[in-house]
């Protein structure tokens, strides 16, 4: 299974934009990158994903290197409610629906 | 409201007894998951399923099962054989790799 990697915690200050990096060196074609985060003692809750070209939505902006061995989840201003662990996940298409977490980032807002 | 419900939020068993925590969404998702959380760690894959009547082992999938004979269904019962069952307890559903992958608020399972 493709793995990522990402590091363990990052500090942003509230307001201003946090940029989360993740290396995906052995994906796949069929693979596409999902990023989600979770809240203490909840679910994890979908953020954004892709495949190849860069994605905006309500939330953030997912940016995706060209040769897509790395990503970077942008939260354009960040408030105190974006406090959470951040997962890049490589969801395997194909015949095998497999979807797999790593360890996550640690986001910490500073206020 | 569409959604993925599990229940119960906590439970409390003694060890040696088998558990079934359940998991029910009512978004004709085809592929299901469940997922094992021990404190300050990731989420471990203990089965996956794409279809009825069809489920895959993940990661860590010893003292565990799962049944999958309903779409909307797909129960995970901790067994006695699981050394370490005490943990936060997950499920998923998704439609494909394309889209989403909606999750439940968890089971808390704590065996004494």
């Known amino acids: 299974d493709a793995k990522t990697t990402q590091p363990n915690s990052m500090e942003s200050n509230e307001e201003e934009p946090v940029h989360l990096p993740c290396n995906h060196s052995?994906?796949?074609?069929?693979?596409?990158i999902h990023w989600y985060r979770q809240l203490p003692s909840q679910g994890p809750e979908y953020v954004i994903h892709g495949l190849t070209s860069n994605v905006n939505n309500r939330m953030a902006s997912l940016a995706i290197a060209e040769d897509r061995k790395s990503s970077t989840l942008i939260l354009h201003r960040a408030t105190l409610r974006d406090a959470a662990v951040y997962y890049c996940i490589l969801y395997s298409g194909g015949s095998n629906y497999k979807l797999t977490f790593g360890k996550g980032t640690l986001l910490t807002v500073n206020p | 409201d569409g959604g993925i419900t599990q229940s119960p939020k906590y439970l409390f068993r003694k060890e040696g007894q088998n558990v079934t925590l359940s998991c029910e969404q009512n978004?004709?998702?085809?592929?299901m998951y469940w997922y094992r959380q021990d404190p300050g760690q990731g989420l471990r894959l203990i089965y996956y399923?794409?279809?009825?009547?069809?489920?895959q082992k993940g990661d860590i999938a010893e003292g565990y099962s799962v049944s999958r004979e309903k779409k909307e269904s797909f129960p995970l019962t901790v067994t006695s054989a699981q050394k370490n069952p005490t943990a936060f307890y997950l499920c998923a559903s998704s439609t494909t790799v394309d889209t989403e992958a909606f999750f439940g608020q968890g089971t808390r399972l704590t065996v004494v």
């Open positions: 399923s794409q279809i009825v009547n069809d489920f």
């Open positions: 978004l004709n998702h085809d592929a």
């Open positions: 052995t994906i796949s074609g069929t693979d596409y």
